[in-house]
C-alpha cells in the first residue's frame, strides 16, 4: 500500500505478477510484443488505404503512472515496484522505436496523469484496480 501522500492512498498488485508480462528476456514476451508490433503495423496500412488517419495512445499500468510520487515520498517502497516500473519503461521504449521507425503516430498518455496527479485528482482507484477511473479518462 501507499499512503505516504493521503489523497493519492492507493493498493498495486502483486508487481512480480505484472513483471511476468514485461520480462523482455522471455521468449513468449518477444513473440507477443512482434504480434502487437505487427496488427498495429496492419492497422496503420489498412486505415491509410482509406484515408483514415492512425493513431496509437500509450497508457501505462497503474504504478508506471505513480512511479514519480513513490519515489518522492517513499523511496524505499518495494523494490520489486520500481523494477516493474523500470521494466514497463523497457517496454515503452521498444514501442517508442517501433514508431518512430515505421512513422506510426503516437500519444503518450503519461504526461496527462501527472498532470491529474499535479491538479491533485487521482486518476486510479485506491484498490488494486489498475484500471483509470472516470477522472483518469
Known amino acids: 500500500m501507499f499512503d505516504s501522500v493521503p489523497q493519492f492512498r492507493t493498493v498495486f498488485r502483486d508487481p512480480t505478477r505484472d513483471m511476468l508480462a514485461l520480462?523482455?528476456?522471455?521468449a513468449r514476451?518477444?513473440?507477443?510484443?512482434?504480434?502487437?508490433?505487427?496488427v498495429i503495423s496492419s492497422f496503420k496500412e489498412s486505415l491509410g488505404k482509406k484515408n483514415i488517419n492512425f493513431l496509437v495512445v500509450m497508457i501505462h499500468n497503474k504504478p508506471y503512472a505513480y512511479s514519480k510520487m513513490v519515489r518522492n515520498f517513499d523511496p524505499d517502497f518495494e523494490p520489486a515496484f520500481f523494477e516493474l516500473v523500470n521494466?514497463?519503461?523497457?517496454?515503452?521504449?521498444?514501442?517508442?522505436?517501433?514508431?518512430?521507425?515505421?512513422?506510426i503516430s503516437y500519444i503518450d498518455a503519461h504526461p496527462f496523469m501527472q498532470s491529474r496527479f499535479s491538479q491533485g485528482i487521482p486518476p486510479y482507484t485506491m484498490s488494486d484496480d489498475h484500471h483509470l477511473n472516470s477522472a483518469g479518462v
Open 23 to 26: 520480462n523482455v528476456k522471455d
Open 29 to 38: 514476451i518477444r513473440e507477443g510484443l512482434r504480434i502487437t508490433q505487427a
Open 87 to 103: 521494466m514497463e519503461q523497457q517496454v515503452t521504449r521498444l514501442f517508442v522505436e517501433y514508431f518512430d521507425d515505421n512513422a
